[in-house]
């Protein structure tokens, strides 16, 4: 089945940037819509922040991160990118890719079939 690997995740202070990874194997990522999570310290629920078709469409769970969170395909790499720029403290969380067989964006969380182990993302004020 396919497989996710997250990474890019580390330490950086507040209006700094970081570019995730979500690295795809077994298949290619390039049928799979794409969305990105992230689970808050204290909380128990993963968050979506934003998603990608296989059509490459963009759709953003949160208006938080707009303006500030990019996302993109590499085919050829099969990997997915999560541009975050001018990150702030409550950005602060462990930040996961997930993948869905479709061609437009999934926004329901509970349809997202594959997940990788997450990246740790702290952003220090």
């Known amino acids: 089945q396919l497989q996710l690997a997250e990474s890019g995740g580390g330490l950086v202070q507040a209006g700094e940037s970081l570019r995730l990874s979500c690295v795809g194997s077994?298949?290619?990522?390039?049928?799979?819509?794409i969305g990105w999570f992230r689970q808050v310290p204290g909380k128990e629920e993963r968050e979506g922040i934003l998603?990608?078709?296989?059509?490459?469409?963009?759709?953003y769970f949160q208006d938080t991160v707009l303006g500030r969170f990019t996302i993109s395909r590499d085919n050829a790499k099969n990997t997915v990118y999560l541009q975050m720029d001018s990150l702030k403290p409550e950005d602060t969380a462990v930040y996961y890719c997930?993948?869905?067989?479709?061609?437009?964006?999934?926004?329901?969380?509970?349809?997202?079939?594959?997940w990788g182990q997450g990246t740790q993302v702290t952003v220090s004020s």
């Open positions: 997930a993948a869905t067989f479709s061609i437009v964006p999934v926004t329901e969380t509970d349809m997202y079939d594959f």
């Open positions: 077994i298949f290619s990522l390039h049928y799979y819509a």
């Open positions: 998603c990608i078709g296989s059509d490459d469409e963009i759709t």
